[in-house]
């Protein structure tokens, strides 16, 4: 359970980037209607840049296909500390559930939460609400630095047409001894510091974690977000990290 939101980041200073006026329009009016009202937005990831740089922002939400730079690759650089923001800025990605590279790569970077159209108000509170009372990512600068964004689906404008099945995420832990001792638990029932006896694929059988990964809080809830295009809705657990 996500701790309480302290005073100041229960009216936070929200950037939105998206080059779509129209998305940005519809975004604007269902934040505004909930009460979010200390709002800037940019239409590319150079704006955001340039934001970061001169005003503190509790939270951005970020398309991802962008002129210039993708929306993950900001997320990137933001997680590498190669902005002026802090690294642990809450970040959620506007994106589609159809474009699986997407997906891999921000569970990676330890995104925030994803945003998939039709934008609706009671989700879009409730992803703010989670993302604002998240814990920092504790990964590394070298870890986040790997990350392919590169992105096919949006070199090819569109969701790839094959699995992109090869693609690791985070470099594959070796699992350690006695780790044929496995454990069978539901998505649900995950807890931070349990570490992955066997990988997790998405449903088009994308390598989404790879087994001997140490699973944390944001992690977990990303999961808990993505039951509906994850293969299973159980995963397999070191025995001993119970």
Not at 142 to 162: C, G, I, K, M, R
Request: charged content about 25%.
């Amino acid at each position: 359970m996500e701790s309480p939101l302290p005073d100041r980041l229960k009216t936070p200073h929200i950037l939105l980037a998206d080059d779509d006026e129209f998305i940005r329009r519809v975004v604007r009016h269902v934040l505004l209607g909930l009460g979010f009202e200390h709002l800037r937005e940019v239409a590319d990831g150079d704006g955001v840049k340039t934001l970061l740089g001169t005003t503190p922002f509790d939270l951005l939400i970020s398309d991802v296909q962008m002129p210039g730079m993708n929306g993950v690759e900001l997320l990137r650089q933001i997680r590498c500390g190669q902005t002026d923001a802090s690294a642990d800025l809450p970040v959620i990605i506007l994106t589609s559930y159809a474009n699986t590279d997407v997906l891999t790569a921000a569970v990676a970077l330890d995104v925030n939460g994803f945003l998939v159209k039709p934008i609706k108000p009671a989700t879009v509170e409730a992803k703010i609400n989670q993302a604002l009372g998240e814990r920092a990512p504790v990964q590394p600068a070298h870890v986040y630095a790997a990350v392919d964004t590169s992105l096919s689906s949006l070199a090819a404008d569109q969701a790839p047409s094959q699995p992109v099945g090869g693609r690791v995420t985070r470099p594959a832990l070796k699992p350690g001894p006695g780790s044929n001792e496995e454990n069978e638990v539901r998505v649900r029932d995950l807890r931070p510091g349990m570490v992955l006896a066997r990988a997790i694929y998405l449903s088009d059988g994308t390598l989404l974690l790879g087994g001997g990964h140490s699973i944390g809080r944001i992690t977990i809830n990303r999961l808990q977000d993505m039951r509906e295009v994850l293969r299973d809705d159980t995963c397999w657990v070191m025995r001993r990290s119970l």
